[in-house]
């Protein structure tokens, strides 16, 4: 039997358990108080522990040999000693519940704090299903495994000890002697933390792995069935759920090994105690009252150092989930040099001898390109897939840098700008429609005071008015996750809306009407001929039909600039515009 509870899992290089130990700290210092309170009222409860011992050896002692002895005050103390740990429990319970709660919202909001202002190239690789897991499901998961070890110990750990001392104070040479099998305690646990802790690390890989593959099925369903792949997905789900379920097992029972070998550790030393309680006893003619007490004290606290071995493996799975949820708040922050701020942008833009060119990638995505936008003109950039139209979009909103060359926004480097206020003079409509699980208007409105009547004005610009009154609530609709209700052209639609609302100076349409039917386009189109003269419009277009009245029309091709003009001047200059044009209407 041992009297100590077992060691932690070592930490190592792998596994940096003590930073990750300290930075978990740091959610829960603000709220140390509700910690504080946690631990003095297990006190309390703790302080009761010896009691019941000491209460056997009175009955035993005196009950037994004194005829006078009361017996009815026996049932009386013992019931006020487990209402008064009872109270003391719940206590514990309630008030490091608080903290626990408190502490996980803080550790959400810092996570999704890490996400918002991570580096555009982060997006690359992490996957909506991960950050989702990361940011919601692990905190709670971390903090409940934790939270749930030092429940463990205050519940168990302190009458533990105080127990322990009770135990010295009636026969320090026995109970030190309990103590002999603590080292061998030890190298056993380490040795089952060190399996958990690779196992725990496998399950939680793979456990990623799955709800990446639940969110591709539910992102991607409309594809999955127009390609009759549901048995194709069924089985990789399959293959990634057997391998969950191959590494969970192997980890429960890595862990499973840790009671029955600290119990069997444990028998040991409490046989040869109790053989050597009994041989004292019947050489120093000890009374059945003090043996009863010892061993009632031996036994309850070795039952309370039982769930103590128990205590390995969730703080090791708590610190190996922690350890991929971490591993988000330390992802690369967006740069953000800039330290001047655009009071007023008329919406001048000019690229010089701009060059980009991807991790990996064969060739530059923009090879020494010049543009200029002028103020209050519409441009369009058009050319083949890969041409760098989209890329131009990506440096102008400061989510890259170009390698050479510089952008100027109204004469000024925008690199030299704050990215907030950069990004303030933009209102962006991409082809990859993103709404949000709100309302119609909240959409719209998003991230702006919600104006009523800007809100008719954007809707019926969008020509999506007369939709909207015939929705149930109207404005206040829900559209269901990135507008899951609405269909295609009504999702593009509402997005334009949103852009016109925001009124930025700078408007990017990148296909914006591609989804839209003839008469909507045109209503559309006819909007924004409003605002010409007032803003500066930025239209990629495949469809060369809908960029004939822009006042400047870019040709790319290879990341580089073809040719420049308007509608007519280009045609009548028979090169690669014409020729586009020629195709598209298949002359």
Excluded at 285 to 314: C, I, K, M, Y
Aim: charged share 20%; hydrophobic share 45%; aromatic share 6%.
């Amino acid at each position: 039997m041992t009297a100590a509870t077992p060691a932690p899992p070592a930490a190592d290089k792998s596994t940096e358990l003590g930073p990750i130990a300290r930075r978990l700290a740091r959610f829960v210092k603000p709220y140390r108080g509700g910690l504080a309170l946690t631990i003095l009222a297990y006190l309390g409860a703790a302080a009761t522990e010896p009691m019941i011992p000491t209460l056997i050896k009175t009955a035993f002692g005196e009950g037994f040999s004194n005829q006078a002895f009361a017996v009815w005050w026996v049932p009386a103390v013992l019931i006020g000693l487990f209402a008064t740990r009872g109270l003391f429990s719940f206590l514990g319970q309630y008030l490091f519940n608080w903290t626990l709660s408190r502490s996980v919202m803080d550790f959400r909001a810092a996570l999704l704090e890490s996400l918002l202002r991570a580096d555009a190239r982060v997006f690359t690789s992490l996957q909506p299903g991960t950050a989702v897991t990361k940011v919601v499901n692990d905190p709670q998961q971390i903090m409940t495994l934790l939270g749930g070890t030092v429940i463990s110990v205050l519940r168990d750990g302190l009458p533990a000890l105080a127990m322990l001392g009770y135990l010295i104070y009636l026969n320090w040479q026995l109970t030190l002697l309990s103590l002999i099998t603590t080292p061998l305690m030890v190298v056993v646990m380490r040795k089952v933390n060190a399996r958990v802790r690779k196992m725990g690390t496998r399950t939680y890989d793979a456990q990623l792995s799955l709800v990446n593959k639940v969110d591709d099925v539910t992102r991607a369903w409309r594809v999955v069935r127009s390609f009759d792949a549901a048995e194709h997905e069924r089985q990789s789900f399959a293959q990634r759920a057997r391998e969950v379920q191959r590494s969970a097992l192997k980890t429960s029972a890595a862990g499973a090994l840790a009671q029955p070998l600290s119990q069997l550790i444990a028998s040991v030393g409490l046989s040869i105690i109790i053989c050597l309680a009994l041989l004292q006893a019947r050489k120093t003619q000890t009374g059945v009252g003090e043996f009863a007490a010892f061993v009632t004290a031996l036994l309850l606290l070795t039952s309370r150092l039982r769930h103590l071995s128990d205590l390995a493996q969730p703080i090791t799975n708590a610190l190996v989930v922690a350890r991929g949820c971490l591993s988000l708040m330390d992802t690369p922050v967006e740069p953000d040099e800039g330290r001047q701020e655009l009071a007023e942008c008329h919406g001048e833009i000019e690229i010089e001898n701009v060059e980009l060119r991807y991790p990996q990638a064969e060739r530059p995505a923009l090879n020494g390109l010049s543009l200029a936008f002028k103020p209050g003109q519409t441009t369009a950039l058009v050319g083949s897939s890969g041409a760098g139209k989209s890329s131009i979009i990506h440096l102008l909103l400061g989510f890259g840098r170009p390698d050479a060359g510089r952008i100027l926004l109204d004469g000024v480097d925008i690199q030299q700008l704050k990215k907030a206020n950069l990004r303030r003079q933009f209102a962006v409509v991409s082809q990859d429609i993103v709404l949000f699980d709100a309302s119609v208007a909240d959409n719209i409105a998003y991230a702006q005071p919600r104006d009523p009547a800007r809100l008719e004005q954007a809707l019926r610009a969008a020509h999506l008015w007369d939709f909207v009154q015939t929705l149930p609530q109207g404005l206040d609709t829900t559209i269901g996750a990135n507008g899951s209700k609405l269909s295609g052209g009504q999702r593009q639609r509402l997005a334009i809306a949103r852009a016109l609302y925001k009124d930025a100076p700078i408007w990017v349409f990148d296909e914006a009407t591609s989804a839209l039917d003839t008469e909507s386009e045109r209503a559309v189109q006819q909007a924004l001929d409003l605002w010409q003269g007032r803003k500066t419009l930025i239209v990629i277009a495949h469809r060369l039909s809908t960029i004939r009245g822009a006042d400047a029309i870019h040709v790319l091709g290879d990341g580089r600039l073809i040719e420049s003009g308007s509608h007519a001047e280009l045609l009548a200059r028979d090169g690669a515009y014409a020729a586009m044009v020629r195709a598209q209407h298949g002359e």
